[in-house]
């Protein structure tokens, strides 16, 4: 049985998000049975299915983050939160 696509929000809406800076702060649950972002007032939350395991689920986080934004993966990177559930990612300005 194939995998659901993930739950993406608007594009627009999550760089709405970003800070000055094209920062994003969000709150990951790895580990999760399917992957996707959501928009609350006050986070953004990411889920994704990698374990948190050697760094499996900062690579997903990126992924499924940069696909929401419509972005290549490599315009995103981790700047702060590499052992924490809340991270900060780093957006490269298109």
Known sequence: MARAPAALPDPEHLKARLDAGGRLAVKVTPGAREESVTLTEAEVLV??????DKGAANDAVLAVVARALGLAPS???LVR???????L???APN
């Open 81 to 87: 939160g590499g052992t924490s559930r809340q991270k």
């Open 75 to 77: 315009r995103v990177r």
């Open 47 to 52: 889920k994704v299915r990698a374990p948190a």
């Open 89 to 91: 990612l780093q957006v």
